[in-house]
């Protein structure tokens, strides 16, 4: 098969698909087991930021599927030619929350492909633009950016995370293990296989454990500024991820107030020895 080129790749700018889903309360209630919350008490209000990631689920058929878990590339998504594949970071708008029971129409376009070669070799960026809307009504908009790279050579060590340059003001620990992963895959519909085949992800992947997900992480910034800010409503949000994190890190998470900006929030993710993997920022208003 011929490498398609980054010409061809682009092609596949503006192309756009759209789902409409009524969000069921059972998703909530699960997600809420997992992060061991009172899911009741979630249904009849607005959802957490982020939790809109348990709807509109792929589902692509069994045969659809690559090695690696994840729909074959090549239908809405460009066939990019590196295999591993990421969810790089994003950014979101929140408009209004989304109540269970509401029908919400989400539009996803794609709207860059671009190709980078740097001192870790070759990458692909895909960026993805979601529009969630309820009756005609805009309640939050999402850049999406996945990143593709290359198999590691066998035996290529894992490079260092980056150090933590803040000082928390408040935070959490907790481990990321085997069960959590498993669960947070299975209410995300995510087959790739780096978070729950400890087998695939060593040898074939190269990494040394299970890779906790990028929208975990995400998820687990926003929970914790939830939990010590139940007044505030996040307005804005942007992550990145910077370094993997794997099961058998203690998975550290932190915030604390941007000292130039009012209103905004840092915060990040990171392991037990001052090596981040993920940072990220909120703006909210009381």
């Given at each position: 098969?011929?490498?398609?080129?980054?010409?061809?790749?682009?092609?596949?700018?503006?192309?756009?698909?759209?789902?409409?889903?009524?969000?069921?309360?059972?998703?909530?209630?699960?997600?809420?087991?997992?992060?061991?919350?009172?899911?009741?008490?979630?249904?009849?209000?607005?959802?957490?930021?982020?939790?809109?990631?348990?709807?509109?689920?792929?589902?692509?058929?069994?045969?659809?599927?690559?090695?690696?878990?994840?729909?074959a590339?090549?239908?809405?998504?460009?066939p990019?030619?590196l295999?591993?594949?990421?969810?790089?970071?994003?950014?979101?708008?929140?408009?209004?929350?989304?109540r269970?029971?509401?029908?919400?129409?989400?539009?996803?376009?794609?709207?860059?492909v671009?190709?980078?070669?740097?001192?870790?070799?070759?990458?692909?960026?895909?960026?993805?633009?979601?529009?969630?809307s309820?009756?005609g009504?805009?309640?939050?908009?999402?850049?999406?950016?996945?990143?593709?790279?290359?198999?590691?050579?066998?035996?290529?060590?894992?490079?260092?995370?980056?150090?933590?340059?803040?000082t928390?003001?408040?935070?959490?620990?907790?481990?990321?293990?085997?069960?959590?992963?498993?669960?947070?895959?299975?209410?995300?519909?995510?087959?790739?296989?780096?978070?729950?085949?400890?087998?695939?992800?060593?040898?074939?992947?190269?990494?040394?454990?299970?890779?906790?997900?990028?929208?975990?992480?995400?998820?687990?910034?926003l929970?914790l500024?939830?939990?010590?800010?139940?007044?505030?409503?996040?307005k804005?949000?942007?992550?990145?991820g910077?370094?993997?994190?794997?099961?058998?890190?203690?998975?550290?998470?932190?915030?604390?107030?941007?000292?130039?900006?009012?209103?905004?929030?840092?915060?990040?993710t990171?392991?037990?020895?001052?090596?981040?993997?993920?940072?990220?920022?909120?703006?909210?208003?009381?």
């Amino acid at each position: 098969m011929t490498t398609p080129t980054l010409e061809q790749l682009r092609a596949w700018i503006g192309r756009s698909e759209t789902r409409t889903e009524t969000l069921a309360a059972e998703p909530v209630r699960a997600l809420a087991a997992t992060f061991d919350l009172d899911g009741d008490a979630l249904i009849g209000k607005p959802l957490p930021p982020l939790w809109h990631w348990l709807y509109f689920l792929p589902r692509a058929p069994q045969h659809e599927l690559g090695q690696d878990g994840h729909p074959a590339l090549g239908g809405f998504l460009p066939p990019v030619p590196l295999p591993r594949r990421m969810w790089a970071g994003g950014e979101l708008t929140f408009t209004r929350g989304l109540r269970v029971g509401e029908t919400v129409t989400k539009t996803s376009t794609i709207a860059d492909v671009q190709y980078k070669a740097g001192r870790t070799g070759e990458l692909w960026f895909v960026t993805v633009d979601h529009v969630f809307s309820v009756a005609g009504e805009t309640a939050l908009t999402e850049r999406h950016d996945i990143v593709y790279r290359a198999m590691p050579e066998k035996g290529q060590p894992q490079p260092p995370r980056p150090r933590v340059a803040y000082t928390a003001q408040f935070g959490r620990t907790l481990q990321a293990d085997p069960v959590l992963l498993f669960r947070f895959s299975a209410l995300t519909f995510n087959g790739h296989r780096i978070h729950y085949d400890l087998d695939y992800v060593r040898d074939v992947e190269g990494y040394p454990g299970l890779i906790v997900h990028g929208p975990l992480q995400a998820m687990l910034t926003l929970e914790l500024l939830r939990h010590e800010r139940p007044g505030a409503r996040v307005k804005r949000f942007g992550f990145r991820g910077l370094a993997p994190l794997f099961h058998q890190d203690t998975v550290t998470v932190s915030g604390m107030d941007d000292p130039e900006t009012r209103g905004r929030v840092v915060l990040w993710t990171g392991d037990g020895d001052g090596g981040q993997a993920m940072s990220a920022w909120a703006e909210v208003e009381a």
